[in-house]
């Protein structure tokens, strides 16, 4: 009997994978989910803050943009130790690994949150919210007194 080119003879190997290359595949797995866990937790954190960010300055643009359509002044309550603002009825409670510090005049402020207060004028009474992330870098978002103005800029953390 002869065999063919497409013919298997008795030495030929079974169809599949062996015990070794099966741990090799695996083992490179392990590595690449070890490598990239860390990355995207950060990458998700990061993601994070900077809705956080946005959250805060579109909170205040619309106190002022009330303030001055309805006629009548605005507060939006910091309260630091939660983590928490609020205009009227709505709530924007901050991710936790943020720390929120507060400078406002005191003449508005409540207890021991802070206020800012937008008038129907346009202006405020001013103020700075830093948001940090501890061994990253940090935001601070600026209310302007005269014009009422909502500013932000990043710098880093010492």
């Known amino acids: 009997m002869m065999l063919g080119l ?5 030495s030929a190997r079974p169809a599949g994978f062996t015990l070794v290359e099966l741990m090799a595949a695996m083992v490179i797995a392990a590595m690449l989910l070890a490598a990239t866990v860390p990355a995207s937790v ?9 809705q956080a960010v946005r959250d805060v300055i579109n909170l205040l643009g619309s106190a002022r943009y009330l303030a001055v359509n309805s006629g009548s002044a605005q507060d939006v309550i910091i309260d630091p130790r939660s983590g928490q603002l609020q205009l009227n009825d709505e709530r924007r409670q901050l991710p ?11 003449e508005v402020n409540r207890d021991d949150k802070g206020v800012i207060r937008f008038y129907p004028e346009g202006g405020s009474s001013g103020g700075d919210l830093d948001l940090e992330r501890p061994g990253a870098d940090a935001t601070r978002v600026s209310v302007d007194w005269l014009m009422g103005g909502v500013s932000h800029a990043r710098y880093a953390l010492d």
């Not at 936790?96 to 005191?106: C, E, F, M, P, Y």
């Open 6 to 10: 497409g013919d298997k003879g008795a």
């Open 96 to 106: 936790d690994g943020i720390n929120l510090v507060v400078r406002t005049a005191q």
């Open 42 to 50: 950060r990458f998700y954190e990061s993601i994070q803050y900077r």
